[in-house]
């Protein structure tokens, strides 16, 4: 007997409760039993729930609300969307996932994310180990314009971050003005 993908992921669906915090097993599920750590990731089979579905469900908005969400470590999440990019299923993904997706990454760059633009699925993440998303963070805005053709204040904002952390101090000129002001320009 051959299961379908499109059959696993019927039984997911009839299965997965948003009241409840039960994690259902899945067959590319990325979780462990045990507490979630960076390193611990199971592999994806082929012929599993497409990843793009997954993304979609942990980047909802009655996920991103919940007191405990489901949760990815950033590394599987981020090999979910390189897989659903690969097959071209990022039409898929709705302009809040998107933003969702950068937000995510972008404050798990920052040891300071201001609160407006912060992601709530970070303070349920593992980050002992902290990591600059930046070039991931490129791609995801590239997507982003490319599928909806919008990018909002908070995409803006962490697009905006990247940007300077891309610039390095050599790129970084200092002028003291003749009123002791200074003034800040990047080479070109």
């Keep these: 007997m051959r299961v379908t993908s499109l059959q696993l992921f019927r039984s997911f669906c009839s299965s997965y409760s948003p009241s409840t915090n039960t994690h259902t097993a899945i067959p590319n599920d990325v979780r462990s039993p045990e507490p979630q750590t960076l390193s611990v990731q199971r592999p994806i089979s082929p012929g599993a729930v497409p990843g793009i579905r997954i993304l979609c469900r942990i980047f909802s908005a009655s996920n991103l609300t919940r007191r405990n969400p489901d949760v990815y470590s ?45 992601s709530p699925l970070a303070q ?65």
């Design 74 to 118: 950033p590394r599987a999440l981020r090999g979910l969307y390189l897989g659903a990019s690969a097959r071209g299923m990022l039409n898929d993904l709705s302009g809040p996932r998107f933003s969702a997706i950068i937000s995510l990454f972008g404050t798990l760059s920052v040891p300071d994310p201001p609160g407006r633009f912060k």
């Design 124 to 188: 349920h993440m593992d980050t002992k180990q902290p990591r600059a998303w930046w070039g991931f963070i490129f791609q995801i805005v590239r997507d982003k314009k490319q599928v909806t053709g919008v990018l909002k204040e908070n995409d803006l904002y962490w697009l905006m971050r990247a940007r300077v952390s891309e610039a390095s101090i050599v790129d970084l000129n200092v002028y003291a003005g003749d009123a002791g002001e200074f003034r800040f320009y990047f080479a070109k």
